[in-house]
T-cell receptor
Framework: AQSVTQLDSHVSVSEGTPVLLRCNYS??????LFWYVQHPNKGLQLLLK??????LVKGINGFEAEFKKSETSFHLTKPSAHMSDAAEYFC????????????FGGGTRVLVKP | GAVVSQHPSWVICKSGTSVKIECRSL??????MFWYRQFPKQSLMLMAT?????????EQGVEKDKFLINHASLTLSTLTVTSAHPEDSSFYIC???????????????FGPGTRLTVL
C-alpha cells in the first residue's frame, strides 16, 4: 500500500520569501513522487517528479524538491514566492507495479501576501 | 505535446438525468486513462482506470453502474453519470498516459476538469 501525508493544509507566505511545503510518503517499494499545482477551477500541472535518479529534483517556475529516503520525505521548496504561486499543491506517489495509480496527498493551499 | 482535453468544462443538469463527459488525448495515443473526482477543497480521488478496448477497473466504493466508463479508442474515453443526483455534484478530472511515435509517456497528463452541478 502507498500513502501520502501533506503536513500543512494551509501555508501563508509573503511575496519574495521562501516557500516550504512538506510531504511524507509511505510505500512498500521504490516510489515515483510528484508535485502538482492546481489553480482554482483548473486541471493539474506537473511541477516536478522524482523517479529514482537524482535526489534533488528541479522543476518549473523555480520549484525544487529533495527526496530523502531515510526520512520518507519529499518536501517542495521555492526560494522566493510570487503572487502567481497562490494555488493548491498536491504531493503524489505512484508505483509502476500498482498500474501507475496515483495516490494524492490532501493538498496544501498556498496564500501569498503582497 | 501530451495534451488532454475535456468536454464540457462545466455542466448543470436536473436530478435523474444522465450526463456524459468526454476526455480526449489530442496529440498522443492514450492506452490508459484515469477518472478522478474532486469535492470542494478536497484532494483527488481515483474512481476508475480504463485501458483501451477493455472494461474499466473501478476503485472500491465506486458504483460501476452509476459511473459508466467507455474507452473505445486510443484518443477518447467517456464518463457517463447515470441518474445523477445532487450528491454527484463534483469536479471530474481525467488523465491519460500512452505513447506518441517513439516516445512513451510513463506519467499521467491531466485534463482541465469538468464541473458537474446537479440540481
Amino acid at each position: 500500500a502507498q500513502s501520502v501525508t501533506q503536513l500543512d493544509s494551509h501555508v501563508s507566505v509573503s511575496e519574495g520569501t521562501p516557500v516550504l511545503l512538506r510531504c511524507n510518503y509511505s510505500s512498500s517499494y521504490s516510489p515515483s513522487l510528484f508535485w502538482y499545482v492546481q489553480h482554482p477551477n483548473k486541471g493539474l500541472q506537473l511541477l516536478l517528479k522524482y523517479t529514482s535518479a537524482a535526489t534533488l529534483v528541479k522543476g518549473i517556475n523555480g520549484f525544487e524538491a529533495e527526496f530523502k529516503k531515510s526520512e520518507t520525505s519529499f518536501h517542495l521548496t521555492k526560494p522566493s514566492a510570487h503572487m502567481s504561486d497562490a494555488a493548491e499543491y498536491f504531493c503524489v506517489v505512484s508505483r509502476k507495479a500498482a498500474g501507475n495509480k496515483l495516490t494524492f496527498g490532501g493538498g496544501t493551499r498556498v496564500l501569498v501576501k503582497p | 505535446g501530451a495534451v488532454v482535453s475535456q468536454h464540457p468544462s462545466w455542466v448543470i443538469c436536473k436530478s435523474g438525468t444522465s450526463v456524459k463527459i468526454e476526455c480526449r488525448s489530442l496529440d498522443f495515443q492514450a492506452t490508459t486513462m484515469f477518472w478522478y473526482r474532486q469535492f470542494p477543497k478536497q484532494s483527488l480521488m481515483l474512481m476508475a482506470t480504463s485501458n483501451e478496448g477493455s472494461k474499466a477497473t473501478y476503485e472500491q466504493g465506486v458504483e460501476k453502474d452509476k459511473f459508466l466508463i467507455n474507452h473505445a479508442s486510443l484518443t477518447l474515453s467517456t464518463l457517463t453519470v447515470t441518474s445523477a443526483h445532487p450528491e454527484d455534484s463534483s469536479f471530474y478530472i481525467c488523465s491519460a498516459m500512452g505513447s506518441s511515435g517513439q516516445s512513451t509517456y510513463n506519467e499521467q497528463f491531466f485534463g482541465p476538469g469538468t464541473r458537474l452541478t446537479v440540481l
